[in-house]
């Protein structure tokens, strides 16, 4: 569904300014492209072109359970973005050590996991969430 929404609020208005399909189509493509790109596995170190758009280990910044990686490189395609808004993080030839949300315990597998956003949190005693701490 974010898919969904996310490509109606950018399609949605250039289409209505007049673009034409065929460019719509494009951009709904290196969107596609790129979302693939910047989750991938790939540990090519990319010079120059990591300040110019964004590349794996940029991306997997934001993802990153660390703390210097909590609210970091939110730029979808150009990081210069992240630069101008102080939220660039890119250390060099340094990738995350892990994924995820920190101090919550996630379930293993597929199944749980996409079923745990709808699930209700057990409660402590005293009202707070049961949270599984990890260190991060």
């Given at each position: 569904?974010?898919?969904?929404?996310?490509?109606?609020?950018?399609?949605i208005p250039m289409y209505a300014m007049g673009f034409a399909?065929?460019?719509?189509?494009?951009?709904?493509?290196?969107?596609?492209?790129?979302?693939?790109?910047?989750?991938?596995?790939?540990?090519?170190?990319?010079?120059?072109?990591?300040?110019?758009?964004?590349?794996?280990?940029?991306?997997?910044?934001?993802?990153?359970?660390?703390?210097?990686?909590?609210?970091?490189?939110?730029?979808?395609?150009?990081?210069?973005?992240?630069?101008?808004?102080?939220?660039?993080?890119?250390?060099?030839?340094?990738?995350?050590?892990?994924?995820?949300?920190?101090?919550?315990?996630?379930?293993?597998?597929?199944?749980?996991?996409?079923?745990?956003?709808?699930?209700?949190?057990?409660?402590?005693?005293?009202?707070?969430?049961t949270v599984e701490s990890r260190d991060c």
């Amino acid at each position: 569904m974010e898919t969904v929404l996310l490509r109606a609020f950018t399609t949605i208005p250039m289409y209505a300014m007049g673009f034409a399909e065929s460019p719509l189509y494009l951009y709904i493509f290196f969107v596609f492209l790129m979302s693939k790109f910047v989750h991938s596995n790939i540990r090519f170190h990319f010079g120059w072109l990591q300040y110019v758009i964004a590349t794996p280990r940029f991306h997997h910044w934001h993802h990153g359970v660390e703390k210097e990686a909590i609210n970091v490189n939110y730029a979808v395609h150009f990081p210069i973005i992240d630069r101008i808004f102080g939220t660039y993080h890119l250390l060099h030839n340094r990738w995350p050590i892990g994924y995820g949300v920190c101090d919550e315990s996630v379930p293993s597998g597929f199944i749980k996991q996409f079923l745990y956003p709808f699930s209700r949190k057990k409660s402590k005693p005293d009202g707070g969430a049961t949270v599984e701490s990890r260190d991060c």
